[in-house]
């Protein structure tokens, strides 16, 4: 059986405003992570009832940790922010890997371009790992506040590109604005982000006829394809759902942007 | 010790059951709890064609609690007998199947159909659900409409009838005796109370149906009042629900007077859920020295 398991915080820290880098070892070795999947973070306040479901952003060699970035969007997040190493509360309660991942396969050996927007960057770190591709990596970012980070971290494995809304650092503009300006030809697309920035990369992909593998988010409540709380509208009728919509957390949250209407 | 419970003539190993809608057919949870250990699985609601369900978010977290818009997203009757049946068919527990629709003839094709399924102990009749504008709640807040269609569905039914009822009523009693007038075999409550939670910095609806069913912890002194209310207005079993955790919580409904239990919201709140109220059910008869769990049911005192 499955269970939620307890991990240990080992670093927790801000390293842009509002945004925490975080690695967790869950005291059981975890099932194999895909990138693009998330856990469900459990909170010590009882008030707040629902997993915060957080994606993957590396995970360790040994397979024994798993680092998570994250903004502070609530109290979930809040709470989160405030776990220190060793600082007595215990261990952190989650759950997973849960989700579908990337698809590695359909990428490799081939020109693949990387798309992260803001806090939809950090999966991308364990993706730009493991895909056996030519990489080209553009992320984005609202201002020079927030700019940079994870970038060091992602240039280790391709070329990077980056935008700020307000030109501070490389491209003025969004992500599209730097792939257009950059031009890095391309076969297939891995993004995530904010649901306009998917939207224009679902459209780009449409543009030059190459496949768009996009990571979604909504409100969840269950993470484990239950509640149906996270549902996107689907193009044709689904397999399980028998409907045009599919369960972000469990047939998602990657998916081929042609199968979506987002 | 005996945890075994009688409901309308079917005999439940135990009384932890699912909420309808919390626990999908089973099939997800399956990863997490031995099936097996269970009184029941009630499944989500089916209605006799797919339903899409709301528009996103369809979800949010409230104190203690969350609100939900799904709307009764289903893949159907045909799917689900393909599907769902044969798979909770591998296990030793009940069937509890929850029956939505827009119309009582929706219910009626519903019914029949599980009607040649011998695999269905009983049947949950939705009309309680918030969520949807036609059918479900509009049967359920008047107990004249109550009424009707609980006869109507005795009328086709094969299993008996449990009919869940909404806490969105001033006087639960009454509901409770429409029903149980009409041919109700058992009641379950409570389905969710209609809510709102406004997101204060977008100044938009935290759901996009803006209303939603709030369920969890938060509601839990209503439904143990609401069942206590009913379980003395009728002599029919009554399945209470409402932020049940864990054992304690369980114990405080039977002592009410439900005769069992469903685990909802807090299945999020910990996949695992139903075997701790499970074990915690029995750490409470062991410690308290009770033979028999139906000794619990209604034995609150002044």
């Known amino acids: 059986m499955k269970r939620r398991v307890s991990a240990e915080v080992i670093l927790n820290r801000e390293i842009a405003p509002s945004i925490y880098d975080m690695w967790i070892q869950p005291v059981q070795k975890l099932p194999e992570v895909n990138p693009g999947q998330f856990i469900g973070v459990f909170l010590k306040d009882k008030s707040l009832?629902?997993?915060?479901?957080?994606?993957?952003?590396?995970?360790?060699?040994?397979?024994?940790?798993?680092?998570?970035?994250?903004?502070?969007?609530?109290?979930?997040?809040?709470?989160?922010?405030l776990r220190r190493p060793n600082d007595g509360l215990g261990y952190l309660t989650v759950l997973g890997p849960?989700?579908?991942?990337?698809?590695?396969?359909?990428?490799?050996?081939?020109?693949?371009?990387?798309?992260g927007g803001g806090i939809g960057i950090p999966p991308l770190l364990e993706l730009a790992k493991r895909l056996k591709a030519e990489k080209q990596i553009v992320v984005g970012y609202q201002n020079c506040n927030t700019a940079g980070f994870l970038q060091k971290d992602l240039a280790q494995y391709g070329t990077v590109h980056v935008a700020t809304e307000d030109g501070s650092v490389g491209t003025k503009g969004n992500v599209l604005d730097a792939?257009?300006?950059?031009?890095?030809?391309?076969?297939?697309?891995?993004?995530?982000?904010p649901m306009p920035m998917l939207r224009a990369v679902k459209a780009y992909a449409q543009e030059k006829g190459i496949p768009a593998?996009?990571?979604?988010?909504?409100?969840?409540?269950?993470?484990?394809?239950?509640?149906?709380?996270?549902?996107v509208k689907t193009n044709k009728v689904h397999h399980h759902t028998n409907v045009n919509n599919a369960r972000i957390c469990t047939d998602g949250p990657v998916f081929e942007a042609g199968e979506v209407d987002i | 010790m005996n945890t075994q419970i009688t409901i309308a003539g079917v005999t439940f190993k135990n009384p932890v059951m699912t909420a309808s809608g919390t626990f999908g057919s089973g099939m997800e949870y399956a990863e997490f709890v031995d099936l097996n250990r269970l009184g029941a699985v009630v499944t989500k609601g089916v209605a006799n064609v797919p339903w899409p369900g709301n528009p996103t978010p369809r979800v949010a977290e409230v104190y203690g609690g969350m609100l939900n818009a799904i709307g009764l997203q289903n893949p159907g009757i045909d799917v689900f007998l393909e599907?769902?049946?044969?798979?909770?068919?591998?296990?030793?527990?009940?069937?509890?199947?929850?029956?939505?629709?827009?119309?009582?003839?929706?219910?009626?094709?519903?019914?029949?159909?599980?009607?040649?399924?011998?695999?269905?102990?009983?049947?949950?009749?939705?009309?309680?659900?918030?969520?949807?504008?036609?059918?479900a709640i509009a049967f359920g807040q008047n107990a004249d409409a109550l009424s009707g269609i609980t006869r109507e569905i005795k009328r086709h039914a094969r299993q008996p009838v449990i009919m869940k009822l909404s806490p969105n009523v001033t006087d639960i009693a009454e509901m409770a005796k429409a029903a149980e007038e009409a041919g109700a075999d058992a009641l379950s409550l409570i389905n969710t109370?209609?809510?709102?939670?406004?997101?204060?910095r977008k100044r938009k609806f935290a759901l996009a149906n803006r209303t939603g069913g709030l369920s969890g912890p938060a509601i839990k002194p209503i439904a143990v009042r609401m069942v206590y209310q009913a379980a003395h207005a009728v002599k029919i079993p009554i399945i209470g629900m409402g932020g049940i955790a864990n054992g304690e919580d369980a114990v405080e409904f039977l002592l009410a007077g439900a005769s069992a239990v469903s685990v909802g919201a807090m299945n999020f709140a910990d996949p695992?859920?139903?075997?701790?109220?499970?074990?915690?059910?029995?750490?409470?008869?062991?410690r308290y020295k009770v033979e028999n769990l139906s000794d619990l049911i209604g034995a609150v005192e002044d």
Not at chain 1, 72 to 80: F, P, R, V
Not at chain 2, 110 to 115: C, D, I, P, S
Not at chain 2, 193 to 200: A, E, Q, R, S, T
């Open chain 1, 213 to 231: 593998y996009i990571s979604l988010e909504e409100r969840m409540a269950c993470g484990v394809g239950a509640c149906l709380g996270c549902v």
């Open chain 2, 272 to 286: 695992c859920t139903t075997e701790v109220v499970l074990d915690g059910i029995e750490c409470y008869m062991r």
């Open chain 1, 49 to 81: 009832l629902l997993p915060r479901p957080i994606s993957i952003c590396e995970v360790s060699a040994d397979r024994t940790a798993l680092r998570i970035v994250y903004r502070i969007a609530g109290a979930g997040t809040h709470e989160m922010s």
């Open chain 1, 98 to 115: 849960l989700g579908n991942g990337f698809p590695l396969e359909r990428g490799e050996g081939k020109r693949a371009l990387l798309i």
């Open chain 2, 193 to 200: 109370i209609m809510g709102m939670k406004i997101d204060i």
């Open chain 2, 83 to 135: 599907r769902d049946i044969p798979f909770l068919k591998q296990f030793d527990t009940k069937v509890i199947v929850n029956v939505c629709g827009r119309t009582v003839q929706d219910y009626v094709e519903v019914v029949e159909r599980l009607g040649e399924e011998p695999a269905v102990a009983m049947l949950e009749i939705n009309v309680s659900c918030p969520n949807v504008k036609e059918g």
């Open chain 1, 179 to 193: 792939i257009r300006q950059k031009a890095p030809e391309a076969d297939i697309l891995y993004a995530c982000g």
